[in-house]
Antibody
Framework: EVQLLESGGGLVQPGGSLRLSCTAS????????MTWVRQAPGKGLEWVSVIIATASSTNYADSVKGRFTISRDNSQSKVSLQMNDLRAEDTAVYYC?????????????WGQGTLVTVSS | EIVMTQSPATLSVSPGERTTLSCRAS??????LAWYQQKPGQAPRLLIY???ARATGVPARFSGSGFGTEFTLTINSLQAEDFAIYYC?????????FGQGTKLEIK
């Protein structure tokens, strides 16, 4: 069974930093791209970032480019999202998702999410 | 960027009925479309990919269709557990985008 477990969320002040992690199990992690998707309270889904299986390529939404960095450790089946210079509009539940597709992707398994709240 | 528009925003349907949700892309996305179901307090769940392929474990009452810019998700014989929010997502190019969602509620 595919399992994705996010951690690292919490309350942070504007301008602060936070590092999210997602630990995977139940599949060969190194074979899959991984993605972060977020959902602001009461709102829809927003794609944030993706990293391909070999970690040689990443992509970011314009809203987080230059502030967020995605990385992965295939030896630990873990994907991380380093979030710097956080803003109120970054407040959301952050989901990691196993990613399918050839060049552009959809998301076939999701974690339960971790809540990030940016507030003073 | 490709914008995804779902309609209606809310749909009230009785259990046992059939319903159709719509998703429109601002430009052609071929069949690069996925549908997700999200229940309150839960993560999204993949239902359909490639516009019409059911994901593993998805009941046969869910079906997807469409190509280009117009897509539909049909749910036959609605069950109590089907009342949720449904999102479409294109994956034709970067950045991928989701629709704003259709809330399916019990009539």
């Amino acid at each position: 069974e595919v399992q994705l477990l996010e951690s690292g969320g919490g309350l942070v002040q504007p301008g602060g930093s936070l590092r999210l992690s997602c630990t995977a199990s139940g599949f060969t992690f190194s074979n899959y791209a991984m993605t972060w998707v977020r959902q602001a309270p009461g709102k829809g889904l927003e794609w944030v970032s993706v990293i391909i299986a070999t970690a040689s390529s990443t992509n970011y939404a314009d809203s987080v480019k230059g502030r967020f960095t995605i990385s992965r450790d295939n030896s630990q089946s873990k994907v991380s999202l380093q979030m710097n210079d956080l803003r109120a509009e970054d407040t959301a539940v952050y989901y990691c998702a196993r990613t399918r597709g050839s060049v552009v992707y959809y998301f076939d398994s999701w974690g339960q999410g971790t809540l990030v709240t940016v507030s003073s | 960027e490709i914008v995804m528009t779902q309609s209606p925003a809310t749909l009230s349907v009785s259990p046992g009925e059939r319903t159709t949700l719509s998703c429109r892309a601002s430009q052609s996305i071929s069949s690069n479309l996925a549908w997700y179901q999200q229940k309150p307090g839960q993560a999204p769940r993949l239902l359909i990919y490639s516009a019409s392929a059911r994901a593993t474990g998805v009941p046969a009452r869910f079906s997807g269709s469409g190509f280009g810019t117009e897509f539909t998700l049909t749910i036959n014989s609605l069950q109590a557990e089907d009342f949720a929010i449904y999102y479409c997502q294109h994956y034709n190019n970067w950045p991928v985008h989701f629709g704003q969602g259709t809330k399916l509620e019990i009539k």
